[in-house]
């Protein structure tokens, strides 16, 4: 069974056709994280399964309810290898969908 | 070099148009991910972090230059011009779109490649020694046992949904460069007293979270006796390992836990029980598939070439290389020539397209057209004469490949981990890539 996040989630799913990471905004899907809605507790489960919907029009290949960080409304994955996929590779800045030059920085 | 025949391009091709509409099906979602998933696994088919993953078997570690001529190709025409060279003696691409995977795939079938088996509960690409069959230090060629064994575990029924993945590993020389203690069954290619060919047996190594030193459950097996002794082991296993928990799956877990003692008594009472099957082939058979390998004819040459002491002399990065990234070839002459992807600064592993066909060109001008993949992720141009070694070296050298690290520090293994890895804890790319160069020499 899933651990209980608690604290804000939002929802991470990839691309059914590239794999690309992708943040559930409400209404849709956007490749950036600070697009994505969030949510807590019952309402979270209610976000995800909205999100669901895509997995069964074969939008994405699967939805999972992830912890966030909110600063100043906008929500960031919290847990490192979110950010991994937030970012893309931390090793090939030239490449990845979402490219990244700051990973030094973190 | 092993060449198929008309069964494994049938069986190869086949396998493609099964995946093709298996892709079809999905994207027209005929198929949800989770009936979809075990499907793309069986074809090497990963979806990752940030990507799907398609990683291509490269049996044994051995490939032909016309073969990476085409992974460059794949990697310019599918993914993002690079690929990445595994401990398995594979090749993984990083980004290739779901639809355009079976098109990958029928590429690699021209060229008699294939991702079957290169992940799921099943046996796994056969590893070996990246020197095999141009060493002076082997009893013989391990690779026509990797073959033998590749033809037995591909497909193979009862074994295709183990408790876990399975990984063979073999080696022939007395050095061990293929790792064979560290592998669920690990090979020890020798000869008795009699001078007949065996094999000593290890069961239940591995690595990972729980590391453990395979234990010997035969000294010496004959060649004989070789696939079915085999098939008991993995016998043993598919009824007796765990299935509840994946972290507890391996047969290393299963071996600790029965006792290497009592666990011996029970794969050599299996065997007993199937020793009367036809699964062994004849020495004939043997024979048949060890012709593939037969060494190219290489002329006796002298053992100092003036050309190469010149530019050692006067290059101390050439000098190193030579040190390092050569070793003894069994003909007076030769040498083993590994090429480092494992440069300062770099990815370990990572190779672009345009590297991997400067590497072809030089294996079809140098090594005889013939590759290998080693686990350590390098290259190696096998059978190189001496005195062609300054002129390698500085091609290699003006694409970034010259790197004189081989067996230092700076050419750790490194496992993509958090970068690309759904199930890596930690990012070890950029812990290598941070190595100081000094550590090189």
Redesign the interface.
């Known amino acids: 069974m899933a651990k209980k996040i608690k604290g804000p989630q939002m929802i991470l799913a ?1 691309n ?6 992708v943040f559930f905004t409400g209404n849709g899907w956007s490749a950036a994280p600070n697009d994505g809605a969030y949510a807590e507790n019952e309402a979270a489960d209610a976000l995800l399964a909205k999100a669901n919907e895509s ?1 069964a ?2 939008t994405v ?2 939805c999972e309810l992830i912890g966030a960080v909110v600063t100043d409304g906008a929500p960031y994955p919290a847990h ?2 979110h950010v ?2 937030a970012k ?5 800045a030239d ?4 490219v990244s030059t700051d ?1 030094e920085a973190l | 070099m092993y060449a198929y025949d008309d069964y494994d391009h049938a069986l190869v091709k086949s396998r493609v148009d099964e995946f093709r509409d298996q892709v079809e099906r999905r994207v027209k979602g005929e198929l949800t991910e989770e009936e979809f998933r075990p499907l793309r696994l069986m074809n090497g088919l990963y979806l990752q972090l940030h990507a799907y993953m398609l990683r291509v078997a490269v049996p044994y570690g051995t490939v032909s230059a016309d073969q990476m001529r085409r992974l460059a190709h794949i990697a310019r025409r599918y993914d993002k011009g690079y690929g990445h060279f595994t401990t398995r003696q594979n090749i993984q691409y990083n980004w290739p779109k779901l639809s355009e995977t079976p098109d990958i795939l029928e590429e690699l079938a021209e060229v008699e490649m294939h991702a079957i088996q290169t992940s799921g509960n099943c046996i796994r690409n056969v590893t070996t020694d990246q020197f095999a069959g141009a060493t002076a230090d082997e009893v013989a060629d391990p690779r026509p046992y990797a073959e033998l064994l590749r033809q037995w575990s591909s497909f193979h029924p009862e074994f295709s949904f183990l408790p876990r993945k399975f990984k063979f590993a073999i080696t022939a020389a007395g050095t061990d460069r293929a790792a064979v203690k560290w592998h669920d069954i690990g090979l020890i290619l020798k000869t008795n007293d009699a001078g007949a060919i065996g094999f000593e047996v290890l069961v239940g190594g591995g690595m990972g979270r729980t590391p453990v030193i395979g234990k010997t459950v035969r000294e010496f097996l004959p060649e004989a006796d070789f696939l079915s002794y085999m098939e008991a082991i993995l016998r043993v296993y598919n009824e007796h390992g765990r299935r509840d928990n994946k972290y507890k799956a391996r047969i290393k877990i299963l071996v600790e836990a029965t006792g290497t003692e009592e666990f011996t008594r029970q794969v050599e009472e299996e065997w007993a029980k199937i020793k009367h099957i036809p699964i062994d082939v004849p020495a004939e058979e043997i024979a048949r598939i060890t012709a593939f390998f037969s060494p190219p004819p290489l002329p006796v040459l002298a053992d100092e070439d003036e050309g190469v002491n010149t530019l050692a002399a006067k290059n101390f990065i050439f000098a190193s290389w030579i040190t390092n990234n050569t070793n003894p070839h069994k003909v007076p002459g030769h040498v083993n020539v590994t090429i480092s992807l494992k440069p300062h600064g770099g990815i370990a592993g990572d190779a672009t397209a345009e590297q991997m066909d400067l590497v072809a060109a030089l294996a079809d001008e140098y090594s005889h057209s013939e590759l290998r993949i080693s686990h350590e992720q390098n290259l190696i141009l096998p059978h190189v004469a001496k005195k062609d070694l300054p002129a390698i070296w500085t091609d290699l050298d003006e694409a970034g490949l010259g790197t004189a690290n081989v067996g230092l520090l700076t050419d750790m293994i490194v496992c993509p981990g958090l970068d690309y890895c759904a199930l890596a804890n930690a990012a070890l790319s950029p812990l290598r890539r941070r190595s100081p160069s000094a550590l090189t020499i």
């Open positions: 990839n059914l056709g590239d794999g690309r990471v997995v029009d074969n290949a699967g490192m290898k991994m996929q893309g590779p931390s090793v090939r490449l990845g969908y979402q990973w």
